[in-house]
């Protein structure tokens, strides 16, 4: 009886041993398959909007195409046509677009 006590705290402690083996390879998975990713989008994003200037095409979240006409701190001012300026968040421009990309549209 008391080998067989001994035998089974020693398989106890092999668990443990084989939880770290499988917890730190999930988590480097984790790292590399998820947050590397979203790390690097954002930085992209940041690069983007700091290198916005007057006059870029560019294309918010919500879908809706200007051309930069004012920019300030953190908003934008897009202009849809003569007559219609919006303001915007900086955050909320989601990607710039090649240059005549609105002409192209309205023709």
Known sequence: ???ATAAGAAGQGGGLMSFLVMF????LIMYF???RPQQKK????KEMMSALEKGDEVMTTGGIIGKISK???DYV???LSEEMDIKFQKAS???TLPKGTIKSIEE
């Open 1 to 3: 009886m008391l080998l």
């Open 24 to 27: 730190v390879p999930l988590i």
């Open 33 to 35: 398959m998820m947050i």
């Open 42 to 45: 954002m930085k992209q994003h």
């Open 71 to 73: 920019i300030k701190d």
């Open 77 to 79: 001012v897009l202009s």
């Open 93 to 95: 421009i989601a990607q």
